[in-house]
């Protein structure tokens, strides 16, 4: 299997002076820039993840090893791994933006509303009307189950291909709608309904049925799963795309709000408590590596990272999420590609070497 990988730079030659030297010989022994992604989903928010992966692809250093999403982050994933497998690193960066570019022109001009300045937001008639939505089955609402994503996606994603050859291993979450229990599929089993039950809405979409089982959204249930990463792939750092602020100032007071704030604790719910239980593991490992097994040593070898969305108004907004739009989705993908070349040259270079991510403080 293609391993997705691209050579780092030769080190330069040893400069003459003592602390350049100490920086060559560090540069010399540099472990592999080598990174596991695990990508949020949110609707159309997921456009700030093309961006931030933009970033990321632009820059050689880095190697990516296996990828995992729910929903927009599983689209992102798999579009992704589709483009390398066809282009390498240049092939995904042009699949991503084509993928989204695409999804721009799902929602009509009338539905959208030019607020002040470049401010743009779902028009009072598109937000009644997918209020009103909310008051019927996707049975009556859509009872030829129409997916514009399906069409989409099957036009553009070689799933044999990825079957065969993925450069990544892929790990795409959704929910069991019978029990609420997370099932992973792998790229060597990747269809196009697992997808789409990845990103299933059941207030929109049928349930997509897999071997006799219905799912939903993978967000119920992991948003996204990172525990694949730590049992599943040898590289040792996780960077963590959020498009969730982990907090929000202030309480919800009307009842809009309040419903909102809702629904995002509803899918950050696991995510939160996984990262949580990541941060005790950790702090529960104790010094002596005599008494440490593999699990131990796994724990104490995790490196976290973690780019988000936070400080930016246009991904504050949950209706926004639905604004499948594509100017919308460009300033997105523009502010997401601004995040991750800050965090890459903030921290770039510690990729292999140290956490740039206070899991203690985020989540303990």
Sequence with gaps: MNSGTAPLPEPARAPAAPGALVRWWHGLRRPSARLNLALQGGGAHGAFTWGVL???????RLRFEGLSGSSAGAMNAVVLADGWLKGGREGARQALAEFWTEVGTQLPAGMVMQGEGDDIALSPASKLLASWAGH????QLNPFDLNPLRDLLERRIDFAGLRAHSPFKLFIGATQASNGKLRIFREQELRLDMLLASACLPRIHHAVEIDGEAYWDGGYSANPAVFPLFYDCEATDVLLVLLNPLQRAGTPRSLEDIEARIAELGFSAHFMREMRTFAQAARFVGPSFLTRGRLER??????FHMIDSSDLPSLQRSDTKLLAYGPFLTRLCEQGRERGAAWLAAHGSEVGRRSTLDIQACFG
């Design 136 to 139: 019927f089955s996707p049975a």
């Design 298 to 303: 796994r724990l104490q070898q995790l490196r």
């Design 54 to 60: 933009d970033a990321l692809l632009a820059d050689p």
